[in-house]
């Protein structure tokens, strides 16, 4: 069995997220379009040595994102643009740990959580599990884990650096 801090050692970094596709129990792709996040979010998870991550997507929409707010201009756009961004958004941070263990570093399961931080008030203290697999001599980082909407999520990600 690998110890847990060999799965930390392996996962701890920066990765990119690059797509997802969502599926039914049955195995049928679903073919909706996140609400949120839309068909092509962007996003980037980190995760550190000691236990702490951060998760953080956005819908790349340009609808959902009003170009013209800009923090350094004092009006900082309207309550209805920030609620917009906010509402196209997904963002957590808190510790993480490795929950399952196998005989191959490259798979197993680690959870976020319970989260300290979240774009969400419902998500603070929440744990997300998430089955890995690590390809490509850990460059390449598989989640099949279950959405909040009771769908299968098979998303992959690529390390950075």
Request: hydrophobic share 35%; no cysteine.
């Amino acid at each position: 069995m690998v110890k847990p801090e060999d799965v930390i050692k392996a996962i701890s970094g920066s990765w990119l997220y690059l797509n997802k596709t969502s599926f039914y129990d049955n195995g049928t792709i679903s073919d909706k379009e996140d609400p949120t996040l839309g068909r092509n979010p962007v996003g980037m998870l980190t995760y550190d040595s000691a236990g702490y991550m951060s998760a953080n997507f956005m819908s790349s929409r340009t609808d959902d994102r009003p170009a013209d707010i800009d923090t350094a201009k004092p009006e900082y756009g309207s309550d209805a643009e920030w609620a917009l961004i906010g509402k196209h958004i997904l963002a957590y941070a808190g510790p993480w740990y490795v929950s399952v263990t196998t005989d191959d570093v490259e798979t197993g399961q680690i959870t976020h959580g319970p989260t300290d931080i979240a774009w969400l008030p419902t998500w603070v203290g929440i744990e997300l599990w998430k089955n890995y697999t690590l390809f490509e001599d850990g460059k390449t980082m598989r989640f099949i884990s279950k959405t909040q909407n009771g769908l299968l999520s098979d998303m992959y990600f690529k390390r950075l650096g």
